[in-house]
């Protein structure tokens, strides 16, 4: 990787480690408050926190491993790499003891976005998660 792209990816997920930490501090004051209306920001801002760290991930995995094919399963597979160090090129940067839950989160996020589109449900993939 050239030393521009290197800089680029640093900034990216500076900005993105930025949004992380806005994303959890709403979550929770929102979550102190503790009405219907409030719960429902929470689950906004936790379900944005989960968003900015998959782009991260991506963006990791594409400036070092080239490409992670975007169809499919293709949050698991990428929460599955990052689990894995590459030797001489990146260390493992995502817990196996998390993985379970990024499974859980990227599937519930996959079915929401199927029905609002109204496609169909991955319950199937929520329940093997």
């Given at each position: ?30 979550l102190e408050q503790g009405t219907h209306g409030r719960l429902q920001a929470t689950a906004f801002e936790l ?83």
């Amino acid at each position: 990787m050239d030393r521009l792209a290197l800089a680029t990816l640093r900034q990216e997920i500076r900005d993105d480690c930025r949004i992380f930490r806005e994303a959890a501090a709403d979550a929770a004051a929102h979550l102190e408050q503790g009405t219907h209306g409030r719960l429902q920001a929470t689950a906004f801002e936790l379900a944005r926190g989960y968003n900015v760290f998959e782009q991260m991930v991506w963006r990791i995995a594409r400036q070092f491993e080239n490409n992670i094919d975007r169809t499919g399963e293709w949050h698991e597979r990428l929460l599955r790499r990052m689990t894995l160090e590459v030797p001489g090129v990146r260390p493992a940067l995502i817990s196996t003891d998390l993985k379970p839950l990024g499974k859980r989160i990227a599937a519930q996020q996959e079915d929401s976005g199927a029905q609002r589109s109204g496609g169909g449900s991955n319950m199937g993939d929520t329940e093997r998660a």
